[in-house]
């Protein structure tokens, strides 16, 4: 994974706490898009340099694609494979801004002495030459209502009538879920793995009763909730199940969480900004601390267009 610090790379791994536990830091950048603002919404000011194999990338993309802002905000997508140099630009896909090799680059061009980890989502701005933000679930929000202006498409993901429940239902599937993930698969003690998995399943059980009796998990309506989980969801099987000792059950043993993802999947635009290819490379060949030989499975055999049943 590595990390800047003072503007200098380095390739620190993440320092767990005393216990073995996973820690994951902070964002820095986190300044907001604003009609009026520093940052006003503009279309073609603004770039998004993202992941296809990570999660929180993954959100914005769908996002973007749900808020008809593709002739708005520009991408690149980075490489899947992330070694000591963290992460680097494909040949395809080049960074068309810097002309950078890395994505390090593109934060030292920000901050010449930045100090933190390099990750995407990253939101560049044109104009003021520096991130805007890199926290995905801002980024989320902003591409949301920040941009609404510009959408061709007339939908709010957080709508006011469900603002609070959004909220409640970011904040609860957060920590046991988004982030209970990389706490099991990252921990460095048998303690700190169980407390995780532990908390992953729990959670899993609790959502998969909920939606039961909810299409979506805010009810009727799609919004920044569920694209949050199904980011999660979508690999939980592919690799989390194995990757990250996550394998108390699949995603595919409970029968609602399983419908539920594939009715996201299937949602108009969605399944296009997935990358089943990019996720499995990315978390296979990046941890060798995890999986040494860099083998990336073949399965599991997966039938995201299959009948929902949720509507």
Sequence with gaps: M???IEGQWS?????PDDDGRFVRPSTVFRDRIEAGGRFAPEAGRYH???SLACPWAHRTLIARVLKGLDDVISVTVVDPYMGDDGWTFQDDDPDPIHGHTFLREVYTSADSAYTGRVTVPALWDRQEGT???NESREILRMLDHGFAGLATRDLDLCPPDLHDEVERILDAIYEPINNGVYRAGFAETQQAYDEAVGEVFEALDQWDAHLAD????CGSRMTEADICLFTTLLRFDPVYVSHFKCNVRRIADYPHLSGYLRDIYQTPGVAATCSIAHIKEHYFRSHPFIN????VPVGPA??????????
């Design 131 to 133: 991130i805007v933000n």
């Design 2 to 4: 590595g990390r800047l």
């Design 48 to 50: 998004l340099y993202v």
């Design 11 to 15: 390739t620190q791994w993440y320092d």
């Design 302 to 311: 997966l039938d995201l267009d299959a009948p929902h049943g949720r509507a």
């Design 292 to 295: 040494p030989t860099r083998i």
């Design 214 to 217: 909810h299409r979506y998990l």
